[in-house]
């Protein structure tokens, strides 16, 4: 380790703590390695996603807003096992030592790592082209984690908020040319993604199957049907759109754009009434969208229930 990168850890890194009792840590950075203990009847929960300049974010996204992305998006997958966050690493390879953009990347990442009361307890600085990865942990009750493999047919399927905003967002910030309403909005959810943290633990030993949405509404409800053996048939006319005036346009970037972080998660008829309550008490909108079926794959019913082709949707064309 240079003396720089010593002091860019001891200066930007070192202080994003949260916790004032240390008795879960007992040894974050600064050893070999970090020390973390788990609760009686926990297990460990753990996701890691890296972010690289220009292809998970574009070039000119502001420092604050890349440190707040690489921790959302690793909070988003611990939210759709309904886990508990706690203690993430950081690997970073910078081109360059950048005051001003360490500055800001830290604070991203010191706002929402604050929110969550997360520690950083450990990670690598090196150099090379602008590369971000996150490793998170956090914890559940044993056994009782959300998978994407325990869908039941029969299930109905629910979707928090909406779909489609990021891919907006994207294209927005890419060419400039959607913006028929507020672009911040859209840009927004692109960069400063909600992980439905809240959502995803009040859905433990209520929901079957739960998965957060990256890669599309479609290509992730695949995911589940696919680990789950079944299949899910989505009706067109209930998937809430984005607040875009060309339907059609709405429609393709709710089903097939990505990024969103939102979760989709299967209920039981039996489970019902329980999540009738988290939709009572929750703050965001969480619609049904579908159901498990037992024919495998992904189909989209319109308002008849006669099946639309999945190309009407720009599926294959946003599915990179
Ligand atoms: P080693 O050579 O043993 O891998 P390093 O010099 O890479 O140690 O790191 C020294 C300490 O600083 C370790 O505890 C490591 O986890 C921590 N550290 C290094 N880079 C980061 C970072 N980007 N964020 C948080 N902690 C870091
Ligand atoms: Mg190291």
Redesign the pocket.
């Known amino acids: ?1 240079s003396l720089l ?2 002091d860019v ?1 001891q200066k930007y ?2 202080k994003i703590t949260n916790t004032n009792n240390n008795a879960d840590i007992p040894l974050a ?6 020390i973390v203990s788990l609760p009686e009847n926990k297990e460990l929960v753990i996701c890691t996603d890296t972010l690289n300049d220009g292809i998970h974010f574009p070039i000119d996204t502001s420092a604050y807003n890349i440190g707040y992305k690489a921790l959302a998006v690793n909070l988003s997958d611990i939210a759709a096992m309904g886990a508990t966050p706690k203690w993430f ?4 390879s910078l081109p360059s030592v950048n005051n001003t953009w360490l500055q800001d990347f830290t604070k991203g990442l010191a706002d929402l790592s604050s929110q969550y009361k997360l520690d ?1 307890i ?4 090196t150099r090379g082209p602008l590369s971000i990865t996150i490793t998170l942990a956090g914890h559940i009750n044993k056994g009782q984690a959300l998978t994407r493999s325990c869908a039941g047919i029969g299930d109905k399927i629910y979707l928090s908020g909406c779909t489609g905003d990021a891919a907006i967002g994207l294209a927005t910030s890419l060419t400039n040319v959607i913006g028929d309403t507020a672009d911040d909005y859209f840009v927004n959810r692109l960069n400063k993604p909600t992980a439905r943290v809240e959502l995803g633990l009040s859905l433990v030993g209520v929901a079957n199957a739960c998965i957060d949405i990256s890669d599309g509404l479609l290509a992730d409800a695949l995911h589940i049907a696919n680990a789950s053996q079944c299949g899910i048939q989505l009706n067109l006319e209930s998937i809430p759109l984005p607040k875009i005036s060309n339907k059609e346009q709405a429609r393709q970037y709710a089903l097939s754009g990505g990024d969103d972080y939102e979760l989709i998660f299967t209920v039981s008829k039996n489970k019902q009434q329980a999540l009738d309550n988290i939709i009572k008490k929750s703050e965001l909108t969480i619609t049904c969208i579908g159901e498990v079926v037992e024919k495998k794959g992904i189909e989209v019913l319109d308002k008849n229930k006669k099946s639309i082709q999945l190309s009407m949707f720009g599926y294959e064309h946003f599915k990179q």
């Open positions: 380790m990168e010593f850890i890194f070192s950075i600064g050893d070999d390695a970090a690493t950081l690997n970073v950083l450990g990670g690598d600085t």
